[in-house]
């Protein structure tokens, strides 16, 4: 795979629900970095703050640079990304890159991700390497969750990579296809950890670059208290329905249909 940034077609799948404070701003920023061509695919889930009209209007403005996915509800992480993946995967993007709308999610560390992508099947932002940092404003109890549930989750499936639950990623679309996104099947956070597992069981190359993990500019988290407790069950579900999986089951490539 030739890798030369200017040459590849990199999608950003931008999952929002309520994002409209931070949606121009992300789409402006990742614009300006030194990734021509990069275009955005926004997926939003009917927001009841109007994002989807922000992204209406983006769209509209620069119909080259960005899309935009509407749903009629709040339907879910794991969904989102789903779509968002296929149709990135259908429009012949190279390169598929998820990542809040939030701003945790620094867009300068795409340049350096993207070149990494040479010798590795996915690069993965990790907070929990040498030199990966959460946001130091975090209280002591949301870090502690956020650690004991990313040791839970490495536990429980042998997840080599330190951050199971990362949500800043940059795919090869040979790594996506060879996933197959038919068998990826959790909605909500547990997404993350699917993705992670499946493609380690596959035998993908798993690089791990540290992020500092800065806490979202503005707006609400969706995590919420029952969502993480709903999230610890599911990664059992994930290793009864991969456990098995090996990498002569990778699936085959997937046709550019836009
Ligand atoms: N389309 C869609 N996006 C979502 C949904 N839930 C969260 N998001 C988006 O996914 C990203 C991560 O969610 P966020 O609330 O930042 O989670 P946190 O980083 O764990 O606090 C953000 O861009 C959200 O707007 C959903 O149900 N549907
Ligand atoms: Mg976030």
Request: aromatic share 8%; charged share 25%.
């Amino acid at each position: 795979m030739l890798l030369t940034a200017s040459l590849v077609e990199i999608i950003v799948v931008l999952p929002t629900f309520n994002e409209a404070d931070n949606l121009a701003d992300m789409a402006e920023a990742l614009w300006a970095l030194p990734l021509p061509g990069l275009r955005v695919l926004v997926v939003d889930d009917a927001s009841p703050d109007g994002t989807g009209a922000v992204a209406d209007r983006l769209a509209g403005a620069y119909p080259d640079r960005l899309g935009v996915i509407h749903r009629t509800g709040k339907g879910g992480l794991g969904t989102a990304y789903v779509a968002g993946f296929r149709r990135a995967l259908a429009e012949g993007a190279d390169v598929v890159v998820q990542m809040d709308c939030d701003f945790s999610h620094s867009p300068s560390y795409l340049p350096p991700f993207i070149e990494k992508l040479a010798e590795y099947d996915v690069v993965v932002g990790s907070r929990y390497v040498a030199d990966g940092k959460l946001d130091e404003r975090w209280e002591k109890g949301r870090v502690a969750l956020s650690l004991w549930a990313n040791r839970y989750a490495r536990a429980i499936l042998g997840i080599r990579a330190e951050d199971a639950t990362a949500g800043f990623k940059v795919w090869r679309r040979a790594t996506l296809e060879g996933i197959g996104l038919d068998r990826i099947h959790s909605n909500g956070y547990v997404f993350q950890v699917e993705m992670a597992y499946v493609a380690q069981r596959l035998g993908y190359r798993v690089l791990e670059q540290p992020i500092y993990f800065e806490d979202r500019r503005i707006g609400r988290s969706k995590m919420t208290i029952p969502v993480k407790l709903e999230a610890a069950w599911r990664v059992w579900e994930v290793a009864v329905r991969h456990g098995r999986l090996t990498p002569a089951q990778r699936r085959a490539a997937q046709p550019v249909t836009a």
